[in-house]
């Protein structure tokens, strides 16, 4: 089996995403998500430009040769765009093979580990009751698990919230010509969120998971209090306390608390993680298949993981494709170590163009039973959904410097 061609389609059904189609000598059509949020026209050049005119005539089951042909031999390893890239032939490759067998990914990978997929879903509010409806209605649809993000008093918006209350889902990349901005305080937002722990586990229960995303605000000492202060709502984790350059400042934290930390979505390889790992810093890897070289780097990540009991959490928001977030599915399907899979919820119009095979209701997903990783892209349908320029926000504090976001 032969590649016979490679295309790069961007296109933006509700919001951009970049995809690579391969196609064999025998007739197959294997796709690979390679959007990076924000920066899609990057990735789509790096394969267009570097990567596309390598591909027609390699062996398409020669998997593992591709993989390293790509990341060794392009010398410059690593960083996203590059891994973004790998990672859209890695699937594409993986869909190729596995159709070629007859079989779904999963049977691949090891088959069935379990019999369904454990997702948490995204509660958001303005205010507490908005966040406590939020997060009813994601219990309504069966989730046993929710990421909560509220606003904070005097600020007028924050990460993982809606600007107003007509938007019904938070979708962080905004088209438009300059990002837009935000404004942080870290001291207004250690002071509020233990109170709306302590409300939602008041109206909750003990039984439902919650989760919080900080999104890398914070400093190390600053991550430690806030994880004391919830350490009596018993988070299921805290994410991305604090940016993780600086891989030491998660033993700070844990020498503070015992809530579970996850971190890794930024992350673009098992290298990244030679620290967190092994020194036990960390209890889930949030890296997704998209951004850490496909089905291949991410199982490198796991595999390693699963040495220290540090289970899976794979990025599932908006801007991991339909393609990125199945093969996912089929690695928590087949893993040992899988932990928890998120899944922030598509909006139309985007299954005109991808159609897929998983299935999720009750608060857990199946992988379907396609042929190869499920998906199929409408690249027709692709062409009526084109490419609108669109940025993450900018993050500030009131002096106007600039914040993490
Ligand atoms: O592109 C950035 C988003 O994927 C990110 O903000 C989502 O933090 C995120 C999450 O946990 O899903
Ligand atoms: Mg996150």
């Known amino acids: 089996?032969?590649?016979?061609?490679?295309?790069?389609?961007?296109?933006s059904p509700g919001r951009n995403y970049v995809t690579l189609v391969l196609k064999t000598d025998d007739g197959l059509v294997g796709v690979g998500d390679a959007t990076v949020n924000g920066r899609e026209l990057a990735v789509a050049s790096y394969l267009q430009d570097h990567v596309v005119p390598l591909l027609p005539g390699r062996d398409a089951h020669a998997i593992e040769d591709t993989w390293q042909y790509l990341h060794r031999g392009a010398y410059w390893r690593r960083g996203p765009i590059t891994m973004a890239a790998i990672a859209a032939v890695d699937v594409a490759l993986w869909d190729l093979k596995a159709q070629s067998a007859g079989l779904p990914l999963?049977?691949?990978?090891?088959?069935?580990?379990?019999?369904?997929?454990?997702?948490?879903?995204?509660?958001?509010?303005r205010d507490v009751a908005e966040l406590t409806d939020s997060v009813h209605a994601l219990r309504a649809e069966g989730f046993s698990a929710v990421r909560v993000q509220v606003g904070i008093p005097g600020l007028s918006n924050g990460y993982g919230v809606t600007v107003t209350s007509a938007q019904s889902r938070?979708?962080?990349?905004?088209?438009?010509?300059?990002?837009?901005?935000e404004v942080w305080d870290t001291g207004r937002?250690?002071?509020?969120?233990?109170?709306?722990?302590?409300?939602?586990?008041?109206?909750?229960?003990?039984?439902?998971?919650?989760?919080?995303?900080?999104?890398?605000?914070l400093s190390p000492i600053e991550a430690a209090r806030l994880a004391k202060s919830l350490e009596p709502y018993a988070p299921f984790w805290l994410e991305d306390v604090t940016p993780a350059e600086n891989q030491e400042s998660f033993r700070l934290v844990r020498e503070h608390s015992t809530v579970p930390l996850a971190t890794g979505e930024t992350f673009n390889s098992v290298v990244d993680y030679l620290r967190l790992i092994p020194e036990q810093l960390i209890d889930y890897v949030r890296s997704a298949v998209t951004h850490a070289g496909g089905v291949t780097g991410l199982r490198r990540i796991l595999d390693f993981a699963a040495l220290y009991q540090i289970r899976s959490a794979i990025?599932?928001?908006?801007?991991?494709?339909?393609?990125?977030?199945?093969?996912?599915?089929?690695?928590?399907?087949?893993?040992?170590?899988?932990?928890?899979q998120e899944f922030m919820q598509y909006q139309e119009p985007i299954s005109e163009?991808?159609?897929?095979?998983?299935?999720?209701?009750?608060?857990?997903?199946?992988?379907?039973?396609?042929?190869?990783?499920?998906?199929?892209?409408?690249?027709?349908?692709?062409?009526?959904?084109?490419?609108?320029?669109a940025y993450l926000p900018v993050n500030r504090l009131a002096d106007g410097s600039v914040h993490d976001w």
Request: hydrophobic share 40%.
């Open 1 to 11: 089996m032969k590649i016979q061609s490679a295309d790069v389609v961007v296109c």
């Open 170 to 181: 938070y979708e962080p990349a905004v088209a438009g010509d300059q990002p837009v901005e």
């Open 189 to 217: 937002y250690l002071r509020h969120l233990p109170s709306v722990f302590e409300e939602l586990r008041n109206t909750f229960g003990p039984d439902l998971d919650l989760l919080h995303d900080v999104h890398h605000r």
């Open 315 to 340: 990025h599932g928001p908006t801007d991991i494709s339909p393609i990125g977030l199945s093969a996912a599915l089929h690695i928590d399907t087949a893993h040992h170590a899988f932990g928890i």
């Open 353 to 389: 163009v991808f159609d897929v095979d998983y299935t999720f209701s009750d608060g857990v997903f199946q992988p379907g039973d396609r042929p190869g990783v499920g998906v199929r892209f409408d690249v027709d349908a692709a062409k009526r959904f084109p490419y609108r320029r």
């Open 106 to 125: 999963f049977e691949l990978l090891g088959g069935r580990s379990r019999s369904w997929i454990r997702a948490y879903g995204h509660a958001h509010g």
